[in-house]
C-alpha cells in the first residue's frame, strides 16, 4: 500500500498546523502504528462498501450483503453482523443511492488512487460521473459518531485536486462545470448523505492553499497550532501546544517516567471535565438555557412501523411480497422493506406510507450553524409549567 507524506485525512490538520508532520516524525513507530475498535470497524464498513460496488456476481445488493454478513466479513476483529449492516451498510448503500439518482450519476471509480504528485496524494472512496460530464462527485464514507461537514470540506476537496491531476482520473473533470463534494455518514446527527456543490474554481484556490501549507511544514522552524484539528494528530502528546512546554518537544520515549506520571491523571481529569462540560452543556439546553452559538436539535429521525400488525396483514394478502421477504425474525425495517418494494415493482408509499413516522431518539448539541431547527426545550417547559402551577 502507497503511502504518501500528504495525504486527504491530513489536509486540514496541515492546513491549520505547519508543525505536525515534523513533529510527528519524532513519534516511536510502534505508537504511530496503533489502532482502536472504532477505527477498525469503520475501515471494516469501508471494505464492504468497496465490496459492494465491485461485486460482479448476480446477486442484488442486499443479498450480497446478506452474503457477507453470514460469511462473517471481518477486519481486525471487528465483524459485519446484521445489527451493523441495518444500521450503517444499507442506510450508507440508500445514501449513495441518492446521490446517483439526484446527478444522473452513469459511471463511477471505485477506491481510485489519486497522486498529485509523489509525496501527495490518497485513495477516493467513490468517484462518479453524470451522464452529461458536466458533473462529477467526490464520495467519501464517515462511519464514526461524530459529524463531518461537508461544506469546504478540506479532505475532499484535497481529493478532488488529486483527481483534476491524475491521468486515470483527469477524463471525469475535463468536461465538468460543478464538483459535488459527498459525504456519507449513517448516524444520529442528520441526513445520511450530505453534499456541497463547487465549481472547479473552489479546487483551483484550495491548490493555492494547500502547496503553501506544504512549503510552510517544510520550514524547520514552523510552530504547531492547537485547535479541533489536533484530535487525531499521532503527535499531540508531545505537542509543545498542548503540554506548554517552552522547549522543543522530545522524542516521546526520551520523556522520563516522573513527567508521564503527572501527564496521566492530568489526561484523565481532562476526559472527565469533556464528558462533564458536554452534559452540563446539554441539560442547560434542555432547561432552555441560552448558550451563544449552540442550539438543541433533535437527532436523526428514523422511520418506524406506527401499527406493524396492519403492514403484517398487507404483508399476508401481497401476491409480490412473500414473506420471507418481509421477516427476519421481526418485520422488516421501513428502509428495508421499501428497499425490497423496489426490487418487486410494488409502490412503497401507496402501500405502506400511511403506516410509517419518523421518530426522533432524543436531543444532541449542534453548532448554531446547522441547518436543523432548533428543538423544543422540553425539560425547560415543563419546569415553566410547574412554576406557573
Not at 452474503?67 to 471481518?74: H, L, Q, S
Not at 517516567?257 to 452540563?280: C, F, G, H, N, T
Amino acid at each position: 500500500m502507497i503511502h504518501f507524506i500528504y495525504g486527504g485525512s491530513t489536509a486540514q490538520r496541515l492546513l491549520s498546523c505547519p508543525a505536525w508532520p515534523r513533529l510527528s516524525q519524532e513519534i516511536p513507530v510502534s505508537v504511530n502504528e496503533g489502532s482502536n475498535p472504532a477505527a477498525d470497524e469503520g475501515t471494516m464498513l469501508h471494505n464492504c462498501m468497496e465490496a459492494i460496488f465491485d461485486d460482479q456476481s448476480e446477486l442484488d445488493d442486499l443479498d450480497f450483503i446478506k452474503k457477507m454478513v453470514k460469511d462473517a466479513v471481518e477486519y481486525k476483529g471487528q465483524v459485519l453482523t446484521q445489527e451493523l449492516a441495518d444500521t450503517k451498510l444499507i442506510p450508507a448503500l440508500n445514501a449513495v443511492y441518492k446521490a446517483m439518482k439526484d446527478y444522473d450519476i452513469v459511471d463511477w471509480m471505485v477506491e481510485p488512487l489519486v497522486k498529485y504528485s509523489t509525496n501527495i496524494g490518497g485513495s477516493i472512496d467513490l468517484l462518479l460521473i453524470s451522464k452529461d460530464g458536466q458533473t462529477v462527485v467526490v464520495l467519501d464514507y464517515k462511519f464514526g459518531f461524530h459529524s463531518v461537514d461537508v461544506e469546504r470540506n478540506a479532505q475532499l476537496s484535497f481529493y478532488a485536486l488529486c483527481g483534476m491531476v491524475d491521468d486515470k482520473t483527469h477524463p471525469y473533470f475535463a468536461d465538468a462545470h460543478t464538483v459535488v463534494l459527498a459525504v456519507v455518514q449513517p448516524n444520529d446527527d442528520g441526513d445520511d448523505l450530505q453534499v456541497w456543490e463547487t465549481s472547479l474554481n473552489h479546487i483551483d484556490k484550495f491548490e493555492t492553499e494547500y502547496l503553501g501549507a506544504v512549503e510552510r511544514s517544510e520550514n524547520p522552524e514552523a510552530q504547531p497550532v492547537s485547535g479541533s484539528h489536533c484530535k487525531y494528530c499521532p503527535a499531540v502528546a508531545i505537542c509543545p501546544a498542548k503540554t506548554g512546554l517552552a522547549l522543543k518537544a522530545s522524542r516521546i520515549n526520551e520523556l522520563t517516567s516522573d513527567r508521564l506520571a503527572e501527564y496521566l491523571p492530568m489526561a484523565a481529569e481532562l476526559q472527565k471535565w469533556i464528558v462533564e462540560v458536554r452534559k452540563l452543556a446539554l441539560s442547560q439546553l434542555e432547561l432552555g438555557t441560552p448558550i451563544k452559538g449552540y442550539k438543541l436539535v433533535n437527532k436523526r429521525a428514523s422511520r418506524v412501523w406506527n401499527d406493524q400488525e396492519a403492514v403484517e396483514n398487507k404483508v399476508r394478502k401481497s401476491r409480490k411480497i412473500l414473506k420471507e421477504d418481509a421477516y427476519n425474525f421481526n418485520l422488516k425495517s421501513v428502509a428495508q422493506l421499501q428497499k425490497v418494494c423496489e426490487q418487486k415493482v410494488v409502490d412503497f408509499d401507496k402501500q405502506y406510507g400511511q403506516y410509517v413516522s419518523s421518530v426522533s431518539s432524543g436531543t444532541t448539541i449542534a453548532k448554531e450553524s446547522d441547518k436543523r431547527p432548533a428543538a423544543l426545550s422540553v425539560n425547560g417547559l415543563a419546569q415553566l409549567n410547574a412554576l406557573n402551577d
